[in-house]
């Protein structure tokens, strides 16, 4: 019984892309464990609006008691160091495992791959960032300066922690895993990125206390413009450190 249909197709990198997605999403232990700041991030942001009457009456309370709490600079690190623990590309290369093989004889190029992990994990953490500047703009009262600061802050760490994730996987693999639990709680390079990302974040947020001074507000551009350099040269080690490490597992 034969029946004339039409068959879809579509690009190596959506099926690519298609596959990441199927893998963090059907994998539990996957899920809330690389993606658990993304939730923690999207529930506080939300919750920020419903309680706002809250927050405004200790603020105030703050106020009066002759204190000042500096608003922005606390929820943009809060928010990066939640970003900072987004650790999909630090063992997505481990998550394949001895199916390693099939992905490196597709015909696509290893910065093609490259390209797919970085680019599955931003567009799980750009739209849940745009979300949080939203609500918490909302919910603070913040600046349009202030929102774009605190999105451009976010972007940046997410950018630099999916770029440095990938290249430390590649650099300590570990494909005999008897199973993903142990590779997403236990593996070498997810500890190095855990440990990594939020000394990262500390040191962003040093450097822009120490700006604060000269800059004001303006210096959270200071820490932002260091990570798109650092992002850079995590770009730069991929495509030729990385594509090799990635030929010889």
Not at 161 to 189: C, E, F, I
Request: aromatic share 6%; with cysteine; charged share 15%.
């Amino acid at each position: 019984d034969y029946r004339l249909g039409r068959l879809s197709a579509s690009g190596s990198r959506r099926a690519l892309l298609r596959k990441e997605a199927k893998k963090f999403f059907g994998t539990p232990i996957y899920f809330l464990n690389a993606g658990i700041g993304l939730v923690m991030l999207l529930l506080g942001s939300v919750a920020a609006i419903f309680f706002r009457d809250n927050v405004e009456e200790v603020l105030i309370e703050i106020a009066d008691a002759g204190a000042e709490v500096p608003i922005f600079p606390l929820l943009t690190v809060a928010a990066c160091f939640l970003l900072s623990m987004t650790e999909l590309t630090a063992c997505s290369i481990s998550l394949e495992g001895r199916q390693l093989w099939i992905l490196k004889e597709a015909p696509i190029p290893a910065g093609g791959i490259f390209a797919v992990k970085v680019g599955f994990q931003l567009l799980l953490e750009l739209p849940c960032l745009a979300v949080s500047t939203l609500c918490l703009a909302i919910a603070f009262s913040l600046t349009p300066v202030q929102a774009l600061l605190f999105f451009l802050a976010g972007a940046s760490v997410g950018t630099c922690t999916a770029l440095l994730g990938l290249m430390v996987n590649l650099a300590l693999p570990k494909l005999d895993a008897p199973n993903d639990t142990v590779v997403v709680k236990q593996s070498a390079s997810v500890l190095v990125c855990t440990l990594g990302g939020m000394a990262l974040v500390g040191l962003a947020a040093l450097l822009y206390v120490l700006c604060q001074g000269a800059l004001g507000e303006l210096a959270v551009l200071v820490p932002i413009g260091a990570l798109l350099v650092l992002s850079a040269l995590a770009l730069g080690l991929l495509r030729s450190v990385g594509v090799k490490l990635f030929e010889r597992l």
